[in-house]
């Protein structure tokens, strides 16, 4: 997701993965399924097939680290600032986990072409021995907004097709 946010002296972005529940919504879900698996494998335990129990129990353990590492990931977030004079780039989770400036002048943005039609391009802000990968967790629709507005300020980009390999799709 690309989101605008205020910034007189130039353009700031925030960008984040498409999150389809909050981690309240996730709960809700985890604990429906644990109510319906606990049912079932009490009744199950009950007629004879004690078994069960740890299977199930088993099941909503993992179920529930699965959650717990999408939801994690789907937390990331990146700011984008973009002045007159410089790129900066903001990384992290709840708080900012590392950042870069790099000069708008000699910075580029280089796009590298997806050997699959289904994903995106890999774009990294580039200067110098500095790269960066920017917006790794964006959908299509969102790698090409940013394209757009990346391109619209002025920014230079390099387009790379990919590779040429043998083989269906990698």
């Given at each position: 997701?690309?989101?605008?946010?205020?910034?007189?002296?130039?353009?700031?972005?925030?960008?984040?993965?498409?999150?389809?529940?909050?981690?309240?919504?996730?709960?809700?879900?985890?604990?429906?399924?644990?109510?319906?698996?606990?049912?079932?494998?009490?009744?199950?335990g009950?007629?004879?097939?004690?078994?069960?129990?740890?299977?199930?129990?088993?099941e909503?353990?993992?179920?529930?680290?699965?959650?717990?590492?999408?939801?994690?990931?789907?937390?990331?977030?990146?700011?984008?600032?973009?002045?007159?004079?410089?790129?900066?780039?903001?990384?992290?989770?709840?708080?900012?986990?590392?950042?870069w400036?790099?000069?708008?002048?000699?910075?580029?943005?280089?796009?590298?072409?997806?050997?699959?039609?289904?994903?995106?391009?890999?774009?990294?802000?580039?200067?110098?021995?500095?790269?960066?990968?920017?917006?790794?967790?964006?959908?299509?629709?969102?790698?090409?907004?940013?394209?757009?507005?990346?391109?619209?300020?002025?920014?230079?980009?390099?387009?790379?097709?990919?590779?040429?390999?043998?083989?269906l799709?990698?």
């Amino acid at each position: 997701m690309v989101e605008h946010l205020r910034y007189p002296e130039g353009i700031r972005l925030l960008l984040t993965p498409n999150r389809s529940l909050s981690w309240r919504g996730n709960v809700q879900i985890w604990v429906g399924l644990f109510t319906i698996s606990a049912l079932i494998a009490t009744g199950m335990g009950i007629a004879g097939a004690w078994v069960i129990i740890p299977f199930a129990g088993l099941e909503l353990a993992a179920l529930a680290a699965g959650i717990y590492v999408t939801s994690r990931a789907c937390q990331r977030r990146e700011v984008l600032t973009i002045d007159d004079a410089d790129i900066h780039l903001e990384k992290g989770r709840i708080e900012k986990m590392a950042e870069w400036t790099l000069p708008r002048r000699y910075a580029r943005l280089r796009l590298n072409a997806p050997r699959h039609p289904f994903t995106p391009p890999r774009m990294e802000l580039i200067h110098r021995d500095t790269s960066v990968a920017l917006g790794t967790f964006l959908n299509i629709e969102d790698t090409d907004t940013l394209i757009q507005l990346l391109e619209g300020r002025g920014l230079v980009i390099e387009r790379r097709e990919p590779d040429p390999e043998i083989g269906l799709w990698f």
